[in-house]
């Protein structure tokens, strides 16, 4: 892949922070122990007073930030994705989801490209937690540019969101001018042949895999699912209707995640081909990033094979309609050569009426 | 330090009073509900809540009310809050509210407008307004659900009803009002079994550790959780060494003796860089001979002649 440049989505989220508490003096910021790593610090530097670390506990955390909700402010949760999701996804549920409260769950290091630190830190099912809980909205950010615009997206929302971003920095592929709205997925590269889905660092993956594709011959769209809920229904049935054949891929479990979500609308929607390309259903491990990705199957090389897979199914499935449409056809020639055979000859001295 | 007359302890007996009979009433009716953890913490709500009503220095307003709050208005921002963290004595809390005047028509009405079509829709059609309400605990389509919601009844400050997740909501809200410059105070009260979870311990630690003057928790240590005693479950005590310990000041009273209650109250208001915690002893299932310390009536409603005997028992 061309060289890109690469940033770190964590401090896009703490420069957008310090923006923001520029302006609304009803953002808050909340953090466990960990505001040096999750950036959030920039913002303690500004805001002192607006600013409030719990040490290790997080769970008190977030109903404290329910409270400070409650009576009217915005407040940013900040901390590890393993420990700002699955410990503390009951006080989610009951103190901030269940009465729609403006807290913006913003996590950093998901996934699994985590690296050194292990499985204990490596969550890859955060997106299914947050994912099921009616009132949450989820942002999965493909790179800095866009998680500043997640940010600022969430901050005017109303109601909880879940912002995940990663550890390591990543290529920058969208722009400062593309449109970010919450709900509304973007066409990074158009395409007929198939789409492949991204989201989050699995974005710049899929592009690259396209201009694999591209090399064989096969035209791919790239779709940027950085809204994971509510999902982007429309461009998912324009790109079923539109390419034929869906890929999707995501650095989170894949038996659970944004793939299973995408499957979900195209089974209801318009039935195509599909395969979904994740971390397997199996806890981390150490390693490096690019090691990890690689031991767990997000590459392109992945991505490339599923698109042929799906290719090759859209294509039987294709030539499965030809025939069935040739055969009808036929069918109906005879048909008509039957009935023409049947038609009474018509009788001498009788008219007809 | 305020002198309170027997004449409010009297009226303020009357209320509790009334208020048992309609936590009796209510669980009965709804046929399933927590008349255990209710009835010991009516006195504690009564005063709270009525003491702005019943003291006649503060109906001349020679005396700030304990608590102050406009069942008018209930989203007044500078209001009073009360958190109630062991939710599931929400009956006490709806017929205090319900006597308070959070339920009458417009405020009703109004709130659901912009919360709830469904529920709107529902109340106004039964017209069911005020105490009358209370009958449609935990009724399909209606605002009293099992535990507190604050999207679908007035007056309710939190959401709750998953254990030690209250106290934290409440320092969020005495967070904010530091932030504000508010003067209002916030009421938490927690239950004693609540005390087993870690977060009530988290929330403890950063109360006193963001100096929230203006958080007052109320125990109502009625010793029993639904498996039975809190010591055999899991031991407690020494609750207020524990308590002061975490940075609290810590106060113990008798929970059924207003004067007691209405002391420690405004001790409580004037205490200046901590939280503090008043222990009040109580009885569950308080007001209720066969009620009161019975493990078995945590979560059950009483059967016809159980009902019939409680109401009796409560003045009828």
């Given at each position: 892949m061309a060289k890109m440049k690469m940033d770190s989505q964590r401090k896009a989220f703490a420069t957008t922070l310090v923006e923001l508490g520029g302006e609304r003096s009803d953002i808050v910021v909340l953090n466990a122990d960990l505001s040096s790593s999750t950036k959030t610090i920039e913002f303690a530097n500004v805001f002192p007073e607006r600013h409030y670390n719990f040490g290790i506990a997080e769970q008190n955390?977030?109903?404290?930030?329910?409270?400070?909700?409650?009576?009217?402010?915005?407040?940013?949760?900040?901390?590890?994705?393993?420990?700002?999701?699955?410990?503390?996804?009951?006080?989610?549920?009951?103190?901030?989801?269940?009465?729609?409260?403006?807290v913006k769950i913003v996590v950093t290091h998901a996934g699994i490209t985590v690296g050194g630190d292990g499985a204990t830190h490596q969550i890859t099912e955060d997106i299914a937690l947050m994912m099921v809980l009616p009132n949450m909205t989820v942002i999965v950010p493909a790179d800095a540019v866009e998680t500043a615009k997640a940010i600022k997206a969430a901050a005017e929302w109303d109601g909880p969101v879940c912002v995940r971003l990663g550890r390591a920095d990543v290529p920058t592929i969208t722009a400062e001018k593309d449109s970010f709205e919450i709900g509304?997925?973007?066409?990074?590269?158009?395409?007929?042949?198939?789409?492949?889905?991204?989201?989050?660092?699995?974005?710049?993956?899929?592009?690259?895999?396209?201009?694999e594709l591209k090399k064989e011959g096969v035209d791919a769209r790239v779709i940027n699912m950085s809204t994971i809920k509510p999902i982007d229904e429309d461009a998912l049935g324009k790109a079923a209707v539109e390419t034929g054949a869906i890929v999707t891929a995501e650095e989170h479990n894949v038996e659970m995640g944004m793939g299973t979500a995408i499957s979900m609308v195209i089974a209801e929607k318009k039935h195509v081909p599909m395969k979904r390309v994740g971390i397997p259903d199996v806890f981390g491990e150490s390693g490096s990033s690019d090691e990890l990705m690689e031991k767990y199957g997000l590459t392109v090389?992945?991505?490339?094979?599923?698109?042929?897979?799906?290719?090759?199914?859209?294509?039987?499935?294709?030539?499965?309609?030809?025939?069935?449409?040739?055969?009808?056809?036929?069918?109906k020639k005879r048909e008509i050569k039957k009935k023409e055979k049947r038609k009474p000859k018509p009788k001498k001295g009788k008219k007809s009426k | 330090m305020a002198v309170y007359d027997d004449e409010l302890m009297e009226s303020l007996g009357e209320k509790a009073k009334v208020i048992r009979k309609h936590v009796v009433k209510m669980i009965f009716t709804a046929g399933s509900g927590h008349?255990?953890?209710?009835?010991s913490a009516v006195d504690i709500l009564t005063t709270l809540y009525f003491h702005k009503f019943l003291d006649s220095a503060c109906k001349k307003g020679e005396r700030e009310p304990i608590m102050n709050y406009d069942p008018k208005n209930p989203g007044w921002e500078d209001r009073d809050r009360f958190i109630l963290s062991k939710g599931h004595a929400a009956p006490a809390l709806y017929a205090v509210l319900a006597e308070a005047g959070y339920f009458e028509?417009?405020?009703?009405?109004?709130?659901?407008?912009?919360?709830?079509?469904?529920?709107?829709?529902?109340?106004?059609?039964?017209?069911?307004?005020?105490?009358?309400l209370l009958m449609h605990l935990r009724k399909l389509g209606f605002p009293l659900q099992g535990h507190p919601d604050m999207n679908k009844t007035p007056g309710i400050e939190a959401s709750t009803g998953s254990e030690g997740q209250g106290l934290s909501i409440g320092c969020g809200q005495a967070l904010a009002a530091k932030l504000d410059r508010k003067l209002y105070h916030i009421f938490v009260m927690i239950g004693d079994g609540e005390m087993d979870c870690g977060q009530i311990w988290e929330a403890a630690m950063s109360a006193a550790h963001f100096k929230l003057d203006n958080l007052i928790a109320i125990l109502d240590r009625n010793k029993l959780q639904l498996d039975g005693p809190t010591e055999q479950i899991m031991s407690l005590e020494p609750v207020p060494d524990k308590w002061q310990a975490f940075g609290w000041q810590v106060i113990e009273i008798d929970g059924h003796n207003f004067k007691e209650i209405l002391s420690a109250l405004d001790a409580a208001k004037e205490v200046?860089?901590?939280?503090?915690?008043?222990?009040?002893?109580?009885?569950?299932?308080?007001?209720?001979?066969?009620?009161?310390?019975?493990?078995?009536?945590?979560?059950?409603?009483?059967?016809?002649?159980?009902?019939?005997?409680?109401?009796e028992e409560l003045g009828g």
């Open positions: 955390m977030m109903s404290t930030a329910a409270g400070l909700a409650a009576a009217g402010k915005t407040v940013f949760v900040s901390t590890f994705a393993v420990f700002g999701t699955g410990r503390v996804y009951d006080q989610i549920r009951q103190s901030i989801a269940y009465p729609n409260l403006n509304k997925a973007s066409i990074l590269r158009k395409g007929k042949d198939v789409t492949l889905i991204g989201t989050g660092i699995m974005v710049s993956v899929c592009l690259d895999a396209a201009e090389k992945n991505i490339v094979n599923a698109a042929h897979d799906v290719l090759r199914r859209k294509d039987k499935l294709s030539r499965l309609q030809l025939m069935s449409k040739r055969l009808k056809k036929s069918e | 008349p255990g953890g209710s009835l028509k417009k405020v009703l009405l109004d709130f659901l407008k912009d919360k709830n079509d469904e529920m709107y829709e529902n109340v106004k059609k039964e017209k069911v307004f005020g105490v009358d200046k860089g901590k939280p503090m915690l008043i222990v009040a002893h109580t009885v569950k299932g308080k007001g209720v001979s066969f009620m009161e310390g019975a493990v078995g009536f945590h979560g059950k409603a009483p059967n016809e002649e159980q009902y019939k005997q409680a109401i």
